[in-house]
């Protein structure tokens, strides 16, 4: 059974390419009565607050026609910035060597929480080191993933 993000994603993708960019995630995070949908966007021009507003525009109106969510929410559309949120194995490949922060579903070595650079990752397995040892995690396990901003 796909999850509502995976169907906002098939749902979103196409009106956002359309725009000219790339739909690089989402976070559907249910608060109460009231939701938040994140959807972030990408460009190799980089995004700016008009490319924003115009996806954020496209977005709803899609939402609005196949109502994919039966309560209230908030809509936010943005870049995924310096600090982006990882979704995707391909995401996770593109920053080899780079320092991210992730939170995990169950521990692993005894941590729901970790800080390490990605060193590879292989199908759905993720190698990250932390302070010297080499963990393999699967991508399912990792309920959010962030990069570390280098400056």
Known sequence: MATIENRLE?????PVEALGHTLWGLEYVQAGKHSILRVYIDNEKGIFIEDC??????VSAVLDVEDPISTEYTLEVSSPGVDRPLFK??????YIDETVKIQLTMP???SRNLKGTIT???G?????????????????N???GNLIAKF
Do not use: H, W
């Open 10 to 14: 098939e749902m979103l993708k196409s």
């Open 53 to 58: 507003a115009e996806t954020s525009r496209q």
């Open 89 to 94: 194995a391909e995401q996770y490949a593109a």
């Open 108 to 110: 692993v070595a005894g």
């Open 120 to 122: 590879g990752i292989e």
């Open 124 to 140: 759905q397995m993720l190698s990250l080191t932390v302070d010297g040892n080499e963990l393999i995690i699967a991508l399912d």
């Open 142 to 144: 990792i309920r959010k």
